[in-house]
């Protein structure tokens, strides 16, 4: 009963969402000041509709969108929305892969070969990377913080620099983790920045052994798309 219900309960963030998140979050304080400035050159009923689609992923329609790119057209440094032009934003960029945590609070997620793109990330400094996937949890905070987009390399000769954060698979389980050197040179440790979280006397989030030749993909964190607070 569970399993079939788990399917329902996974939210289908179509691709001009996403394009609108991080165009938001381009031209936030340069375009315009604050979510009322936005809501009212789109459009929207109130500023409460930008904050459901930048903070809970809220669908925006499509004609929105377009609105939004024709207003800020010269920012963005783009023409006039057409069927060309946003047929070529689509096929730019690096995939985006929405996988969701199986459990909350748990570092398990949905396998990304199961996975369709629902989109493409596309700026500056992530050109050398593979793929985009969310973040679920507050286990890396502050580094990595929930509902915030990480662009991933992966790497195949699984050589680890010691201190950096990776994406990692291992046994059945999908996380983010700071992997450090361990005194056995055949394992890394899997740390976790959010060191303040305790469960009675023991921290919530405690590091790990985990052997290299166990970890089935590895790929390097290289950079960060965090969602503002508002």
């Not at 930008?50 to 783009?78: A, C, H, M, V, W």
């Not at 006039?80 to 609070?105: L, N, Q």
């Not at 396998?111 to 990330?121: A, C, K, L």
Request: aromatic share 10%; proline share 5%; charged share 30%.
């Amino acid at each position: 009963m569970e399993d079939a219900s788990k399917p329902n309960k996974i939210k289908t963030i179509r691709p001009e969402t996403l394009e609108f998140i991080i165009l938001y979050n381009q031209l936030r304080g340069k375009a315009f000041n604050n979510n009322t400035e936005l809501a009212e050159s789109l459009g929207f009923n109130s500023a409460s509709s930008i904050t459901e689609i930048i903070k809970s992923r809220q669908n925006i329609d499509p004609e929105k969108l377009k609105i939004f790119k024709d207003k800020y057209s010269d920012i963005l440094g783009i023409k006039k929305s057409t069927d060309k032009t946003v047929s070529a934003m689509t096929e730019e960029g690096i995939p985006m892969y929405d996988i969701i945590a199986t459990a909350s609070g748990v570092e398990v997620y949905n396998d990304i070969n199961d996975s369709r793109p629902v989109g493409r990330m596309n700026f500056p400094g992530i050109e050398e990377c593979d793929f985009a996937l969310p973040v679920w949890g507050h286990s890396m905070y502050p580094y990595l913080e929930n509902g915030c987009w990480v662009a991933l390399k992966i790497i195949s000769d699984r050589k680890i620099l010691p201190g950096e954060v990776y994406y990692i698979e291992w046994g059945d389980y999908r996380m983010y983790k700071r992997l450090l050197a361990s005194d056995n040179p055949e394992e890394v440790i899997a740390h976790s920045d959010n060191v303040t979280e305790m469960i009675g006397n023991r921290l919530k989030y405690a590091p790990f052994p985990i052997r290299i030749d166990e970890i089935k993909k590895l790929c390097l964190v290289k950079d960060i798309h965090k969602k503002h607070n508002h």
